[in-house]
């Protein structure tokens, strides 16, 4: 219980800390509204010319455009969050500090992204998506247990996002600049989870492909799931598919934060 506390502390922290970053959050909204209105414009341009491009009407394609704004700081689709404060403390030597902490390494970032990816869905998420139903006329569900069932999706999303950006953010152990892997993750992740279309127009292998890996999680998996393209049964599939992505990216950063933590002993810390 001790343990859990303090988590639950950590990430409350994170929510305080991005709240009290009032301008840049509005900033935040208008600029995610502005971006939703080019992409639902250039969406509506698209499906007026293939009405049924990706197995969506243009309703759910709308709906998929506000999703992926409401989604977008909260999951740090386009990057952000822990992971370039993380590498600075790798290069500084300050993550000697929070090894000593009696607190997971892993677990400890995990709690301050949650904070702040808390605070990002309903400081950045809410409006966008609220802008969006009152322009346009999106596939919105009804049922409080759709919605209630949504957001666990984009829980989920959220927490495969971070297993994925840890991974990158580790690397600061072994690199002694991690520009270029953190541009080459927000190019992953902007194409791959779907945020720049979904996921389900590209054919053929390419597409199986696509959706497999673990960015579908992200976004594409939260949106269809709020679309309701998993009818009955096959929703707790694709709540599966995140949770079985989340459990391998955990054990893939639990081994390679092993092996850095050994590094950083041989070194002498």
Known sequence: MRGLR???AVAASGFRRYATYRTATAAGVFTNTAFGFILAYTFIALWSERPHLGGYDQSQALTFVWT???????????????QEE?????????????????????????????????????????????????????????????WALFLLSAALGIVTGFGLRYLFAL?????????????LSTLLSMFFSGMLLPLTVFPGAFGEVVRQLPWAAT?????????????????????????????????????????????????GG
């Open 6 to 8: 303090l988590y639950f």
């Open 219 to 267: 976004l594409q998996v939260p949106a269809d799931v709020l679309l309701g393209e998993y009818p009955g049964w096959a929703v707790l599939e694709a709540l599966a598919f995140q949770a079985v992505w989340i459990v391998a990216l955990f054990a893939a950063g639990r081994a390679l934060q092993a092996l850095a933590t050994r590094k950083v002993v041989v070194q």
């Open 68 to 82: 992926g704004q409401a989604l977008l700081a909260a999951a740090a689709l386009i990057g952000g969050g822990f």
């Open 86 to 146: 993380l590498q600075d403390r790798i290069r500084s030597g300050d993550v000697a500090v929070d090894l000593y902490r009696p607190a997971d390494l892993q677990l400890w970032w995990l709690a301050a992204d949650l904070g702040r990816a808390a605070f990002h869905l309903l400081g950045r998420g809410v409006v966008p998506m609220a802008v969006g139903a009152l322009v346009f006329d999106l596939a919105l569900p009804s049922s409080p247990w759709h």
């Open 171 to 183: 690397s600061a152990f072994w690199l002694l600049d991690g520009t270029g892997l953190n541009m």
